[in-house]
């Protein structure tokens, strides 16, 4: 199985893959890399032929930390891909993903206790977090208000100096300000309140170090503060792993290695945090979490929504059927050099299908997406999808109505 994103022997980067490959060479390939200490890698898939069908199978690097970029229009299979390589980084060794779900389509990563595709996996609904795992930067933006306004730097310095929203709260009624500009901040702040993400209690780094994959499920949050979430997590992963890489290395690189298994953050819809007060955190991530072994894997429908940086940083992308011409061009914009043709020409036409570019090993690769072990829960209701019992009540309550009989309306 050759691996995207990994450069070195084991990789079998230095070739040109074109689907063709004998069993023999793929046998000879498997008895290879079985004879050496095995990384943590992840199933994507197979590659797809010339001739459109599946080739060889194809894995994902899940050793090294990575920037990686799933993106396509809605239905093309982008989600089900997040929850795919999602189920591979939880099969990994060493390996702690998280999972930031702001639709609730990942709980199915939890979903198949007992059976043979059963992965370690909790949910937690209405996550929380400290409001002082923000920057205090942050806070005018996240509440509504220009951080240069009087209510907006008030705010500010309420979180500077607090360490809980309750704290920020007193520190507005006893600021020296006129009494309009502290009744505007408490009436933000209380707006903050309202949407009980905040708690002096609530998730930090440590709890998603564990040997489960950890889904938080912000269906039904609102963007703003499903955005802190995200901030909070990002940025708590990020100076976990570089406070963590500092003490096990006190003298460098030859020094003891860090037992922390290292995070993957899955971010689905990213779009709407790329454009919140996550922002900052998520570029963090991307352009500084390579040192400390903080991976980042965004998906979205809107590549031309999200910030040039997330689209020049990273190093694996995972491009489904597009469509908008905006989308297209952001792609085309970011396209590599070692690309053959362009990326329009490249994109797939097939739900389920990708085109896969590895920055590490400069190939781009035609793939299939696998089948998810686990349950996915992004389809869209049908109404044809209607049970035979609820058509079965339908007949019964038309025979009462032709026998006179009376029903509730809401039965």
Same mark, same amino acid.
């Given at each position: 199985?050759?691996?995207?994103?990994?450069?070195?022997?084991?990789?079998?980067?230095?070739?040109?893959?074109?689907?063709?490959?004998?069993?023999?060479? &793929? #046998? !000879?390939?498997?008895?290879?890399?079985?004879?050496?200490?095995?990384?943590?890698?992840?199933?994507?898939?197979?590659?797809?032929?010339?001739?459109?069908?599946?080739?060889?199978?194809?894995?994902?690097?899940?050793?090294?930390? $990575?920037?990686?970029?799933?993106?396509?229009?809605?239905?093309?299979?982008?989600?089900?891909?997040?929850?795919?390589?999602? #189920? @591979?980084?939880?099969?990994?060794?060493?390996?702690?993903?998280?999972?930031?779900?702001?639709?609730?389509?990942?709980?199915?990563?939890?979903? &198949? #206790?007992?059976?043979?595709?059963?992965?370690?996996?909790?949910?937690?609904?209405?996550?929380?977090?400290?409001?002082?795992?923000?920057?205090?930067?942050?806070?005018?933006?996240?509440?509504? =208000?220009?951080?240069?306004?009087?209510?907006?730097?008030?705010?500010?310095? /309420?979180?500077?100096?607090?360490? !809980?929203?309750?704290?920020?709260?007193?520190?507005?009624?006893?600021?020296n300000a006129t009494e309009d500009v502290r009744r505007s901040a408490r009436n933000h702040l209380e707006l903050a309140e309202s949407w009980g993400v905040f708690d002096s209690d609530g998730l930090v780094a440590a709890d998603f170090?564990?040997?489960?994959?950890?889904?938080?499920?912000? !269906?039904?949050?609102?963007?703003?503060?499903? &955005?802190?979430?995200?901030?909070?997590?990002?940025?708590?992963?990020?100076?976990?792993?570089?406070? !963590?890489?500092?003490?096990? &290395?006190?003298?460098?690189?030859?020094g003891p290695k860090d037992s922390t298994r290292v995070p993957w953050l899955f971010v689905d819809e990213a779009h709407v945090f790329f454009d919140g007060v996550a922002a900052n955190a998520l570029r963090t991530v991307l352009t500084?979490?390579?040192?400390?072994?903080?991976? *980042?894997? /965004?998906?979205?429908?809107?590549?031309?929504?999200?910030?040039?940086? @997330?689209?020049?940083?990273?190093?694996?992308?995972?491009?489904?059927? *597009?469509?908008?011409?905006?989308?297209?061009?952001? *792609?085309?914009?970011?396209?590599?050099?070692? =690309?053959?043709?362009?990326?329009?020409?490249? =994109?797939?036409?097939?739900?389920?299908?990708?085109?896969?570019?590895?920055?590490?090993?400069?190939?781009? $690769?035609?793939?299939?997406?696998?089948?998810?072990?686990?349950? $996915?829960?992004?389809?869209?209701?049908?109404a044809s999808q209607f049970t035979e019992a609820g058509r079965e009540h339908g007949s019964k309550h038309r025979q009462l109505q032709a026998a006179g009989g009376r029903t509730s309306r809401h039965g």
């Amino acid at each position: 199985m050759q691996v995207l994103g990994r450069k070195g022997t084991d990789s079998w980067s230095d070739r040109q893959d074109t689907g063709d490959e004998s069993e023999a060479e &793929n #046998e !000879s390939r498997d008895a290879a890399a079985e004879s050496r200490t095995p990384r943590p890698t992840g199933r994507l898939g197979t590659y797809r032929a010339r001739d459109g069908s599946d080739a060889a199978p194809v894995g994902i690097d899940l050793d090294s930390p $990575h920037a990686a970029l799933v993106v396509g229009k809605r239905g093309s299979g982008k989600s089900y891909t997040l929850g795919v390589l999602a #189920e @591979a980084a939880a099969r990994a060794h060493g390996v702690a993903p998280v999972v930031v779900d702001p639709m609730g389509v990942f709980s199915g990563l939890a979903a &198949n #206790e007992g059976s043979a595709a059963e992965i370690s996996a909790t949910v937690v609904r209405n996550p929380t977090v400290a409001a002082d795992t923000l920057p205090a930067s942050s806070w005018p933006t996240l509440v509504g =208000l220009d951080a240069e306004s009087p209510v907006g730097a008030l705010v500010w310095q /309420a979180a500077s100096e607090s360490s !809980s929203l309750a704290a920020m709260q007193t520190h507005v009624a006893d600021a020296n300000a006129t009494e309009d500009v502290r009744r505007s901040a408490r009436n933000h702040l209380e707006l903050a309140e309202s949407w009980g993400v905040f708690d002096s209690d609530g998730l930090v780094a440590a709890d998603f170090l564990g040997d489960e994959v950890t889904v938080l499920d912000l !269906s039904g949050v609102a963007d703003a503060p499903s &955005n802190a979430v995200c901030a909070a997590v990002a940025g708590g992963l990020y100076e976990r792993r570089v406070s !963590s890489a500092s003490r096990a &290395n006190p003298k460098g690189p030859e020094g003891p290695k860090d037992s922390t298994r290292v995070p993957w953050l899955f971010v689905d819809e990213a779009h709407v945090f790329f454009d919140g007060v996550a922002a900052n955190a998520l570029r963090t991530v991307l352009t500084r979490g390579r040192a400390p072994g903080v991976s *980042l894997v /965004a998906a979205t429908q809107r590549p031309s929504a999200l910030p040039d940086v @997330a689209l020049s940083q990273a190093d694996l992308l995972v491009a489904h059927r *597009l469509t908008m011409q905006a989308d297209v061009d952001a *792609l085309t914009a970011a396209q590599p050099t070692y =690309l053959a043709g362009t990326i329009r020409e490249r =994109l797939p036409t097939r739900t389920g299908d990708a085109l896969v570019v590895d920055d590490t090993t400069e190939s781009a $690769h035609a793939v299939r997406i696998r089948e998810r072990e686990t349950a $996915h829960r992004g389809g869209s209701p049908r109404a044809s999808q209607f049970t035979e019992a609820g058509r079965e009540h339908g007949s019964k309550h038309r025979q009462l109505q032709a026998a006179g009989g009376r029903t509730s309306r809401h039965g």
